[in-house]
């Protein structure tokens, strides 16, 4: 397989990744989380049934905080919404701290969070909730959780207050104020934007009328690596976001492609051209020094990740004939096969805690994300949908975050890791493609 038939990452332009290696939902709407369109593809029975009244008062706000909140915890998959009724509002009066259960108990939550927010002036707001357990009626604390806040952070507060009843309720850690990357494409023109967590929120990083793909979160969040093609060929650069910098990683003759950051954030592993085929290097954060070569193979091996723990890197090669998913040591050395159900599978994306690896099998002439069990090697179909690409787990590894198709547009999705809730985000206009969920800010 030449290098023409299987270049060196997976979608762009659409220099579509698919070129470069080898080349129906039907969405619920949610009229009260009007950002989002949720699909729930099967009855998840770890869902906890939560009520969240409006705010009092949050018409003052920029931002619907409420709905906000409800929007990150139904996108989560662990939580089922019960909308209030006017008895039980009037029940609770206005100005309640302790809430009637009996009438939050008749309408079926276990839990009951309300809230208000208040202008303070000069642009600033004091956005005050409290969390009850219904089932136990106690105080699950919340109050002045945000007492003064800025107009331009009213989206991350509801994102936090989301993620502390998250943490509360289910012991696991939220990732509802953590933040997006993605490309967009629109009149010929490329962006690459930051968001959050819901695709809300975002912010241009960096526009280009060439490609720009394979964005890559640095470990301390602070950070993204991408290849962009306004020099007419793969070149790897990497942005500060808070800064709006930028510097050049990898420009070496050929290609340079696919930047992947190691844990520690002192290393990335690139896939460069410099001997002809593609071939994964390892190259110094800071830049300036040489890449070490890691692979020997006389076949296209690219689209690399480190584990979790910076032990091994996974990669896309043909060097079995068609493209599969190794791993080798991350210094290099022999490499072993991972991926055996199928003949096309790419683009790996490891969770956090090390337990899953998702990936992109073809299967037919459709393109569907799976997600692999490392310790077991079982794999499950997460979509059935045609093209699928790019997943990405959030950082708390319960979430996934790839690109698809609907109606011959690009768009974002989410996914629980047993495929039962989907959620398709809210972006900017344009053709969407190649996420990736950033870390936990340090």
Not at 231 to 244: E, F, L
């Amino acid at each position: 397989m030449t290098n023409s038939q299987f270049p060196t990452s997976f979608p762009a332009a659409r220099v579509d990744r698919r070129k470069l290696l080898a080349t129906p939902l039907m969405l619920l709407p949610l009229s009260a989380l009007a950002q989002f369109r949720v699909e729930i593809a099967g009855v998840g029975t770890t869902q906890l049934p939560i009520t969240i009244t409006p705010f009092r008062d949050e018409a003052v706000a920029s931002q619907p905080i409420s709905r906000i909140i409800g929007a990150d915890l139904v996108r989560s998959g662990q939580f089922r919404l019960i909308g209030p009724t006017g008895a039980a509002l009037a029940a609770m009066g206005a100005n309640d701290t302790r809430p009637d259960v009996s009438a939050w108990r008749q309408l079926g939550a276990d839990s009951l969070v309300w809230g208000s927010v208040k202008s303070l002036g000069g642009g600033r707001y004091d956005v005050r909730f409290r969390l009850w357990d219904v089932v136990k009626d106690a105080d699950l604390n919340g109050e002045n959780y945000a007492p003064s806040v800025p107009q331009s952070d009213l989206r991350r507060s509801a994102h936090k207050i989301a993620d502390y009843i998250y943490e509360k309720l289910t012991g696991g850690k939220g990732v509802f104020s953590t933040h997006l990357a993605y490309v967009t494409r629109a009149g010929g023109n490329y962006v690459l934007w930051v968001s959050d967590a819901d695709g809300e929120g975002a912010q241009s990083a960096f526009s280009s009328p060439e490609s720009i793909i394979s964005p890559a979160w640095s470990p301390d969040g602070r950070s993204i690596a991408y290849v962009s093609f306004e020099s007419r060929k793969p070149v790897v650069y990497v942005q500060d976001i808070s800064a709006g910098r930028r510097r050049l990683l990898a420009n070496f003759k050929g290609s340079n492609s696919a930047p992947a950051w190691s844990p520690d954030g002192r290393t990335l592993v690139v896939t460069l051209s410099l001997v002809g085929g593609s071939q994964l290097y390892l190259i110094d954060a800071s830049g300036g020094s040489q890449p070490r070569r890691i692979t020997q193979s006389n076949s296209i091996d690219t689209e690399p990740c480190f584990s979790s723990n910076g032990q091994y890197i996974y990669f896309v090669s043909d060097r079995g004939g068609a493209p599969q998913i190794y791993r080798m040591p991350a210094s290099g050395g022999s490499a072993q096969r991972v991926t055996f159900e199928g003949s096309y599978n790419v683009s790996p994306g490891l969770s956090p805690d090390g337990r899953w690896m998702a990936y992109i099998s073809r299967n037919g002439g459709s393109y569907r994300l799976h997600v692999m069990d490392l310790s077991s090697g079982q794999v499950s179909a997460l979509t059935d949908t045609n093209d699928d690409a790019s997943p990405s787990f959030a950082p708390n590894s319960r979430l996934i975050v790839y690109a698809t198709k609907q109606d011959g547009q690009g768009v974002l999705m989410t996914t629980t890791v047993d495929g039962q809730t989907r959620v398709r985000l809210a972006v900017p206009p344009g053709d969407v493609r190649e996420p990736a969920w950033g870390p936990y800010q340090r």
